[in-house]
């Protein structure tokens, strides 16, 4: 991951997660995209333009570089879209990052709710240019998937191993968080037996205080024993 890659994609990620890697499509897919845009609607249309010098006359010069511009703006675009088609890898989850020019959406799946990660290949071109679709298969969900990801395999090593010290996380702070329960009922009933023998304590006090003065009454004189 690049530092330009790390500091424009920092702001699809919450403040509190940390940045560990970005998956994006194959460079392949946008230069075939482009390939065909300025095939079929640059190279041909400027063709019939030049070698027909009729069209010249029915259609201004203008009109044609006009035609142009909103072509250059298309591709523009489309490489835009296509670098912000990406999944985005921090220290908790994977972000889906879908753009679109007056919005983006993002989906995340913590590495808790991943069940495996399969790399689907559709050609046999696609082992030469390492290029396959990445699939994320979620517990009782959706699958998530990154068609025609770029060096898919990487991608793979970063989510297991970020996956694997997050669940370690977890289960040490789980652990820790029954070892405070514990401490924490361990105490509340020590409180319970103290508060329970104080109070055995005061019973036979007061019940011994008792006895006491039954008998200091018995010996006295003119004491009559009802009991």
Same mark, same amino acid.
């Given at each position: 991951m690049n530092k330009f890659d790390q500091k424009f994609f920092a702001k699809y990620i919450p403040e509190w997660q940390k940045l560990k890697g970005i998956v994006h499509e194959h460079f392949i897919v946008i230069i075939w995209q482009l390939s065909k845009w300025l095939f079929f609607w640059v190279l041909i249309p400027s063709f019939i333009f030049y070698y027909f010098n009729s069209l010249a006359t029915i259609i201004p010069f203008v009109f044609f570089e006009i035609w142009l511009l909103i072509v250059y703006i298309k591709l523009m675009y489309d490489i835009f879209n296509w670098y912000n088609d990406v999944w985005i890898i921090t220290d908790v989850s994977v972000i889906d990052l879908d753009w679109e020019l007056l919005w983006s959406d993002t989906v995340s799946v913590k590495f808790t709710s991943i069940e495996w990660v399969e790399v689907e290949q559709d050609w046999i071109i696609d082992t030469i240019t390492w290029k396959w679709n990445l699939i994320i298969h979620k517990i009782w969900a959706k699958e998530f998937v990154l068609e025609n990801a770029?060096?898919?395999?990487?991608?793979?090593?970063?989510?297991?191993?970020?996956?694997?010290?997050?669940n370690?996380?977890?289960? /040490? /702070?789980?652990?820790?968080?029954?070892?405070?329960?514990?401490?924490? +009922?361990?105490?509340?009933?020590?409180? +319970?037996?103290?508060?329970?023998?104080?109070?055995?304590?005061?019973?036979?006090?007061?019940?011994?205080?008792?006895?006491?003065?039954?008998?200091?009454?018995? /010996?006295?004189?003119?004491?009559?024993?009802?009991?």
């Amino acid at each position: 991951m690049n530092k330009f890659d790390q500091k424009f994609f920092a702001k699809y990620i919450p403040e509190w997660q940390k940045l560990k890697g970005i998956v994006h499509e194959h460079f392949i897919v946008i230069i075939w995209q482009l390939s065909k845009w300025l095939f079929f609607w640059v190279l041909i249309p400027s063709f019939i333009f030049y070698y027909f010098n009729s069209l010249a006359t029915i259609i201004p010069f203008v009109f044609f570089e006009i035609w142009l511009l909103i072509v250059y703006i298309k591709l523009m675009y489309d490489i835009f879209n296509w670098y912000n088609d990406v999944w985005i890898i921090t220290d908790v989850s994977v972000i889906d990052l879908d753009w679109e020019l007056l919005w983006s959406d993002t989906v995340s799946v913590k590495f808790t709710s991943i069940e495996w990660v399969e790399v689907e290949q559709d050609w046999i071109i696609d082992t030469i240019t390492w290029k396959w679709n990445l699939i994320i298969h979620k517990i009782w969900a959706k699958e998530f998937v990154l068609e025609n990801a770029y060096k898919p395999y990487q991608a793979v090593d970063e989510i297991e191993k970020y996956s694997q010290w997050y669940n370690d996380y977890e289960e /040490e /702070e789980q652990e820790q968080h029954n070892i405070e329960n514990f401490d924490i +009922v361990m105490e509340a009933l020590s409180w +319970v037996v103290e508060e329970y023998l104080e109070k055995k304590w005061l019973k036979e006090k007061v019940d011994e205080e008792k006895e006491e003065l039954i008998e200091e009454y018995r /010996e006295k004189k003119w004491t009559i024993d009802l009991s």
